[in-house]
C-alpha cells in the first residue's frame, strides 16, 4: 500500500484492529512518524493502562490493553513511551489530534508578537520636544514594544558623536523602571541608534492593560450605585 507514495512525501501510516466477531475494521489514516505509537504499533509485552475515563487500570499484556480498546471502539495510545512499563491510554485518537491541532491554531491566533517602535531626536532638541518624545518611549515600552532611537546629527554635528551618546545614555536612564539598552548606541551612517526592550512582555502588558481598565470600569460603576440622592423637599407654605 505504502510503494506507491512519492519518495518525498511524509510518511503515512494507516493503523487498524479488528474488532473479533462484530468484523469492525478500526483505522487511522495520517499519523506521522512523529506521532505516538498507536494500537498495533504498540510493540512491547505490557503497558500501564489507563482508561478512556482517566482511570488507573494497572500493568496488563499489550493484549489485554487492546482487547480493552477494540471492546470500548476506541484506540490504544502510548502516551508515555520513555516509561517502565510504558503508559498507554484508551481514547479516540481522531479525536484527540483534533483537539490539539484545535489549541495550537488558538494559541498562534492569540500570539501577541513585539513591535519594534522608531523614535527620532535631533542632537539639538529642546527640553518640551524631548520630553513629548520620552513620554512617547515610555508608552512604547508600557504596551511590551521594542523601541528604536534614532539621534540625527545633521552637518557638523557629525564632528561630535559623545553628543549623541550622552542624549541616549541619559534617555536610558530616564526610562529604565520600564526598560533596559538591547542594542548600544552606534552609528550607523549620518545617524546613531540604540534599541531599548521592555521589562514586559508584549503578552503581559497587554494582560495588564485589561486588568488596569476593568478595575477602572468597576470602579465607575460602584461610584454610580453609592452615588446618594437628593430629594428636594417641598417648600414651606405660609
Known sequence: MMAGLPKNLQFCAFIGTFAHGRGHFRHVIGATISDPRINERIRVSEVRLVGPAGEQVGVVRIEEALRMAQEADLDLVEVAPNSKPPVAKIMDYGKFKYEAAQKVREARKNQVNTVLKTVRFGLKIDDHDYGTKR?????????????????????REQSRPEMGIKLLQKLAEEVNTLGSVESNPSIDGRNMVMVIGPLKNKADAKAEAKRAADKANSAAAASQTTEPTVSAEPAEQN
Not at 513620554?135 to 552637518?155: N, T
Open 135 to 155: 513620554g512617547q518611549i515610555e508608552k512604547f515600552l508600557k504596551a511590551g514594544d521594542k523601541v528604536k532611537v534614532i539621534v540625527v546629527f545633521r552637518g
